[in-house]
């Protein structure tokens, strides 16, 4: 299955929640910086006394997406369907078992080490807790240095003077220097997490989770650094979340990852009006609408998430989905076209769309 993300212009979200500053990006040609195309990773289970393998968590199953230098596109999906695997195997963190990354045009898998350790300058990682990323024994001088003494950039004077910049970049003082992690608020612990993975201003940024866990009004506070950021430096972000109304404020395209496999992606603001898959229309389904004279039907979906293991034969959704006909059981969908740069992988999805009767976003 194949989708462009970011391939149409940036809008501003309409109704865009108070707190969160999107802004417009210029109309330019869009330049892919980062092309995943077919990624499978699977992990081996074992068993018995001699850790037979016994099988393989299809953890991400034939994933692909193309996303423009400068622009965000959103991962959402529910517990466990390969989201971080994804943003791991693209930083080669967790070896692919087949498909290709390439990142400004060049197969990652192709690269000598020497060439991997300078790509790897370009793409970083913010996690959801920065303290299990932050070496909590180092003080934050400590940790905004590593990079540069790992890349052999500047004396120790010029490396202490570009940490009390970056700290003044992410909205802290420079004085945070000298101080230990956990003596900072959750906030304030992610703005260093951010300022370490813009210390060697990297092209993409893979933010895994990083608001998640985050009281509302300190996730809009890194949200809108991480787009003021964005701007600044022609960041891409590939924004991984649960928390679909803050991709929504964040992303030009969302995809839509179940066990393994993106069953949709469109531009942002096109798959909350005009979701064309069951899966998408139950997660959007289950976001609060602040307006209490608003209501919107709830799609509670049946049944588990079947296992990674064994997913399920046809469209791995079909056990939950209400929309469901006997060829869904056998038959994979294909990657079919809505509209420009809105696919599916549904049989039916033009069913769901004439159904209509889901939603519009919060
Ligand atoms: N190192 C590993 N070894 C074996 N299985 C793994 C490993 N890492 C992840 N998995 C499995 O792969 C699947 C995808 O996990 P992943 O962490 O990528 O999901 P996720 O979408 O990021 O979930 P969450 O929203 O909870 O962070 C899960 O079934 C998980 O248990
Ligand atoms: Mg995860």
Same mark, same amino acid.
């Given at each position: 299955m194949s989708a462009t993300a970011a391939s149409t212009a940036a809008k501003v979200p309409a109704g865009a929640e108070p707190g969160f500053t999107r802004h417009a990006a210029a109309e330019q040609p869009l330049e892919p910086l980062l092309e995943v195309e077919n990624l499978r990773t699977l992990f081996p289970v074992r068993a018995g006394v001699f850790l037979r393998k016994i099988g393989d968590v299809h953890a991400v199953d034939g994933v692909s997406f193309t996303l423009a230098r400068g622009r965000t596109l959103g991962l959402v999906g529910e517990s466990g369907c390969g989201k971080t695997t994804v943003g791991r195997t693209i930083l080669n963190l967790v070896p692919p078992t087949s498909g290709s990354v390439r990142f400004e045009g060049r197969n +990652? %898998?192709? +690269? %000598?080490r020497r060439e991997w350790r300078d790509v790897r300058r370009d793409m970083q990682i913010v996690f959801q807790d920065p303290m299990e990323s932050?070496?909590?024994?180092?003080?934050v001088g400590q940790i905004l240095e590593e990079p540069f003494v790992i890349h052999k950039i500047g004396t120790t004077a010029e490396r202490r003077e570009r940490v009390a910049r970056l700290l003044e970049h992410v909205g802290l003082q420079p004085s945070a220097a000298q101080r230990f992690p956990h003596e900072f608020s959750g906030g304030q612990r992610q703005r260093i997490g951010i300022a370490r993975a813009i210390a060697l201003e990297p092209k993409l940024i893979i933010c895994d989770e990083a608001v998640s866990a985050l009281d509302v009004s300190i996730r809009a506070q890194i949200v809108n650094l991480l787009l003021e950021l964005q701007r600044e430096m022609d960041l891409a972000l590939l924004f991984i979340a649960h928390d679909l109304s803050v991709v929504k404020h964040v992303s030009d395209d969302v995809a839509v990852m179940y066990l393994g496999v993106i069953m949709e992606q469109a531009p942002s603001e096109e798959i909350y009006e005009r979701p064309a898959h069951p899966y998408t229309r139950a997660l959007i389904s289950a976001i609060p609408i602040p307006d209490p004279r608003r209501k919107r039907q709830r799609i509670v979906l049946q049944g588990d998430v079947p296992s990674p293991i064994h997913p399920p034969p046809g469209c791995r959704f079909h056990t939950r989905c209400p929309f469901a006909t006997d060829i869904c059981k056998t038959v994979v969908p294909v990657w079919e076209s809505? %509209?420009?740069?809105h696919n599916v992988a549904c049989h039916h999805w033009r069913k769901v769309v004439e159904s209509g009767d889901v939603v519009g976003g919060p």
């Open positions: +990652l %898998s192709e +690269l %000598s932050l070496n909590a024994r180092h003080t809505v %509209s420009p740069g």
